[in-house]
């Protein structure tokens, strides 16, 4: 196989260029940028000669070079085998709609937030439907109990609810732990040890257990949704579903937003019970406060009114979480790009609108459960 | 290099798990232009064999070299080589579907890090040509596009690296009647016109019949039969009987002869 070679014949007529060797994809691809360099140099003079009789292969590509350095359109002059004419008619039917390019405007910007903010819309609005949509659900399910979807909600309380345990339980230990440990180091600077059991009483029931339940099941159980109904868009599921007359919204939503908003007061009162023990263990090696002191004193300092709150909140973040969650995974484009995005955004919006939603209970709660 | 054939499998052997063989001393040998169709019935293992020339899966024993040289060198640039060498027509058309269908197709192009974006593109084009898709397709996504079209694109993608041996693996699977036939018509005319070799797989008489030259019939985990489809109509054995005996494949075949 020869390589691709370019030449000049020194006749004294007119300058041809004589092109031989193999001018295939693989024999130009090592020597690409030097031969188109060649080709462009030799079609400033305006009456070069071309001759091709010495090419012994030549493929599109070969062809779609020398046609730009032609400048799409045969040259005046030109010796071509027929064989190898057809590549090059080939391209010139390619050529005759022109390929359509876009550009890019100065104020792609503006576009841009104003994409942002259409989308952000969008979203709400979508949410706003979802919404309806459960309501309605949940008053066909008062009419009509039968058609209650038992199984997945059990299904998902397991999943979300039952599976989620040992994780949480283990980082509000270690959140226990360190917390306590540091406020510890500080109480006991101004003698006030004991004040210890009202600050981690108070802080993990009534805010902290909730918040962090909340971000972890949001990663894991509320990622878990998205990526599951954008699995169901993309491969056509839910729409056999809908084809059966099955409600997506009643079969898949309602179950996933029910189950997590009956297991996160749960969960929440578990991991803020283990916190506690966290705490505990640390406040019992660190200030010496015995547990029977720790465990007698809590009821005491902190108004049951905060573990109401503690597990509203937990009500209120599960639902939230879920129902973000399948928002956006019924949202999912059949691509494997939107489904990423999806997943990201559901995890990051169920996030910010918890944190959200923690400041407004903050406020609406602010003379409540506080001595 | 001229010499060597195409597609040269020798002794092939699958085994899945511990003894369940799905191929065993299969040889098959595959000549620079020829139109093969691998037939056989379901779980005969067509699907098997196809992956073991397109180098997804190592055999349990034997070996295929394609254009001479062997698909598992150890060396991964020799690798890489050899495998831009052919190009593969999924059966679902396997394109990126986070990807517009120009994207796709230019794939396997910028891949080579060798080509500027102006050719690119005027080569995408021509290859969409070549397909007989529209400019104006080239930027939609394979979620829009209908099933005969993403066999094309599929198809594009395929022959975006001037293969000298093309795959397919059920090219006309799930379409209608009408685009079949027209997507026949494409294969053999691409044939034709670049000289490729093609190995298929397919289920559908019509298109055996209007594209294959030679038939290799898969059965009894080797290659039972191979030859011109005349010959291996010929053969007196249980699937071939099953296969092309019937009334019906009389009709399909005279019918997908009839394609010019």
């Known amino acids: 196989m020869q390589p691709p070679r370019l030449s000049l014949s020194d006749e004294a007529s007119a300058a041809r260029v004589i092109l031989s060797g193999t001018w295939t994809l693989a024999a130009i691809s090592p020597c690409y940028a030097r031969l188109s360099g060649e080709l462009a140099a030799q079609n400033r003079g305006v009456d070069v000669g071309w001759d091709l009789d010495a090419i012994e292969h030549l493929d599109s590509v070969g062809a779609s070079m020398l046609w730009r350095a032609w400048g799409g359109g045969f040259p005046a002059d030109v010796a071509l085998p027929d064989e190898l004419r057809v590549v090059f008619e080939r391209i010139r039917a390619a050529g ?78 270690l959140i226990g732990v360190v917390l306590s440990y540091l406020s510890a180091l500080q109480l006991n ?21 909730p918040v962090l339940v909340a971000v972890l099941v949001a990663g894991r159980s509320g990622s878990a949704m998205t990526a599951q109904l954008g699995v169901m868009r993309v491969t056509e599921e839910i729409d056999a579903l809908a084809t059966m007359g099955v409600s997506r919204s009643l079969r898949l939503v309602f179950p996933k937003v029910l189950a997590l908003a009956i297991a996160m007061p749960l969960i929440t009162a578990w991991t803020s019970a283990m916190a506690l023990i966290g705490g505990m263990v640390a406040a019992q090696i660190q200030v010496d406060i015995s547990y029977g002191f720790f465990i007698e004193t809590l009821p005491k300092v902190v108004p049951v009114a905060n573990v109401w709150i503690g597990l509203a909140k937990g009500l209120v973040f599960g639902f939230l979480i879920a129902l973000l969650a399948c928002h956006f995974g019924l949202q999912v484009k059949p691509n494997t790009e939107s489904l990423s995005s999806n997943t990201t955004r559901s995890v990051v919006t169920a996030i910010t609108v918890v944190i959200l939603a923690d400041a407004v209970f903050a406020i609406a709660t602010r003379s409540i459960g506080i001595d | 290099m001229a010499d060597s054939p195409i597609i040269e499998a020798r002794g092939l052997g ?19 232009g020829e139109v093969v169709a691998l037939v056989g019935g379901s779980g005969s293992g067509k699907t098997t064999l196809l992956r073991h020339i397109n180098g997804l899966m190592r055999p349990s024993e034997g070996s295929v070299r394609l254009f001479g040289q062997p698909l598992f060198s150890g060396d991964r640039l020799a690798d890489r080589a050899l495998r831009r060498r052919f190009g ?13 269908v120009f994207q796709n197709v230019a794939f396997p192009m910028r891949e080579l890090r060798l080509l500027d ?25 394979p979620s829009e596009l209908s099933g005969g079209m993403i066999k094309r694109v599929g198809l594009a993608r395929a022959l975006a690296l001037e293969p000298e041996l093309l795959l397919l693996d059920e090219p ?36 055996l019949a209007a594209l294959a030259a030679h038939v290799a019939v898969l059965a009894e985990r080797r290659i039972l039969a191979y030859g011109p489809l005349d010959e291996i109509m010929q053969i007196d054995h249980p699937f071939i009987n099953g296969f092309f005996g019937a009334q019906r494949s009389r009709i399909a075949l005279e019918r997908g002869r009839a394609v010019p």
């Open chain 1, 189 to 209: 600077r101004f003698g006030a040890d004991v004040y210890i059991v009202n600050l981690l009483g108070i802080g993990i029931i009534r805010e902290l257990g």
């Open chain 1, 96 to 173: 005759q709609d022109g390929p359509v390019v876009r550009g890019r405007g100065w104020l792609d910007w503006l576009a841009g937030m104003g994409g942002l903010a259409e989308a952000f819309w969008r979203n709400l609005l979508g949410v706003l439907a979802l919404l309806g949509r459960l309501v309605l659900d949940a008053g066909h399910l008062l009419r009509h109990p039968g058609d209650t979807p038992w199984r997945e909600i059990s299904a998902n309380l397991y999943k979300a609810g039952a599976r989620a345990l040992p994780v949480t339980s283990l980082v509000a230990f």
């Open chain 2, 14 to 32: 699958t085994c899945f798990g511990q003894k369940k063989w799905v191929l065993r001393g299969l040889d098959l040998v595959v000549e620079r």
């Open chain 2, 172 to 207: 006309t699977a799930g379409l209608d009647p009408d685009r079949s036939e027209a997507f026949v018509k494409l294969i053999k005319q691409l044939h034709a016109e670049l000289g490729l070799t093609v190995v298929l797989v397919t289920h559908d008489l019509d298109t």
């Open chain 2, 117 to 141: 974006e102006d050719l690119i593109r005027d080569l995408v084009h021509l290859k969409l040509a070549q397909v007989e898709l529209k400019a104006s397709d080239a930027e939609l996504m």
């Open chain 2, 88 to 100: 593969m027509l999924f059966q679902q058309g396997a394109l990126f579907s986070a990807l517009t």
